[in-house]
């Protein structure tokens, strides 16, 4: 009987000696949570230069994001997909964002995306024109064939800025909507008499001839805010935390940008097909984590006062400060 029972006692601490140690074993595998997938909405343009080189370092994974970067035709699609939730995150200008915003878009900006230099023969964005052309400063635009990638919009709003300070009259510019590939074409065969065009596009126009007369950037404010990174109330609400790390990784990224132009240029053959000749001599975009206000304020008052708005900008909304 003795022996019985020794036996059932040593069985019973057997069993529960090992299932502690399944529950110590257990505990230990349990796998680490999945990352958020989250797709960005972006252009193929040298702006967005840091958020592909963040996803390269690992910013964003460090984060538990599992990024995806999804190339459009321009910001009226990321807005849309930002919108609809096809997009967690997007980029886009300033101009539009303030726009959408007015027709009840909830957007909201989250850092910054591309400033401007502030200094002109050294920025991203210009206005050329033929080297024989009698148009020699921006006031001599008034008048003239301007092409634009997108009417009403940042290209024409800051033209019309840059004429206006040189003492032209922006209401007489006749605006018309070109791709940036065509533009420099469009120039030397003497379809339009001058044209906005932003990097690479600006390098590559200088280097067949043409030269910048106005520096629209740098006249509208200084180092102004272009684009942004932003998402939709609804997705920010619904995950703040998520928001709150992408914001951070893209920080982490701008500065990374900011610090390593020659790791910044070489990304840019990953998504773009700008050649590595080319990518060497680019003026790049200013990528600071700091949006500028000042330079947004401006930015409005010019779309109110050009008819792109029909109210003051809600800026406040729309800069996550209200």
């Not at 257990?26 to 252009?43: E, Q, R, T």
């Not at 995150?89 to 539009?96: C, E, H, K, L, R």
């Amino acid at each position: 009987m003795r022996r019985a029972i020794a036996v059932a006692v040593s069985a019973a601490l057997l069993a529960l000696s090992a299932g502690c140690g399944d529950d110590s074993g257990s505990s230990g595998s349990d796998p680490s949570p999945a990352p958020d997938k989250v797709n960005v909405g972006v252009i193929a343009i040298v702006d967005v230069a840091p958020i592909y080189l963040g996803k390269e370092q690992g910013f964003f994974s460090e984060r538990g994001i599992d990024l995806t970067l999804t190339a459009g035709s321009g910001g009226a699609v990321t807005v849309a997909g930002v919108t609809s939730g096809q997009f967690q995150f997007g980029f886009g200008n300033i101009t539009s964002l303030m726009v959408a915003r007015e027709k009840g878009v909830p957007l909201k900006v989250l850092t910054n995306g591309a400033s401007s230099t502030g200094e002109a023969g050294k920025d991203f964005s210009g206005v050329v024109v033929k080297s024989d052309s009698p148009i020699t400063s921006p006031r001599d635009l008034a008048g003239k064939r301007v092409s634009v990638n997108n009417l009403k919009n940042v290209g024409d709003t800051t033209v019309r800025a840059s004429v206006r300070k040189d003492g032209g009259d922006p209401a007489t510019i006749k605006f018309t909507e070109l791709a940036f590939p065509e533009a420099a074409a469009a120039v030397s065969t003497g379809k339009v008499d001058a044209a906005w065009v932003v990097e690479p596009f600006l390098t590559t126009a200088q280097a067949q001839g043409l030269r910048v007369v106005a520096w629209n950037m740098v006249d509208t404010a200084p180092k102004m805010t272009v684009a942004a990174y932003f998402s939709s109330e609804p997705t920010i609400s619904k995950d703040p935390d998520l928001a709150k790390r992408f914001t951070e990784a893209m920080n982490e990224s701008l500065q990374y940008a900011t610090d390593h132009p020659d790791e910044a240029r070489e990304i840019l053959a990953t998504y773009t097909k700008i050649p590595a000749e080319v990518a060497e001599k680019i003026t790049l975009t200013g990528w600071g984590t700091e949006l500028n206000r000042a330079s947004i304020e401006e930015l409005a008052k010019l779309a109110q006062q050009d008819g792109l708005l029909t109210k003051p900008a809600d800026l406040d909304g729309l800069l996550g400060q209200g």
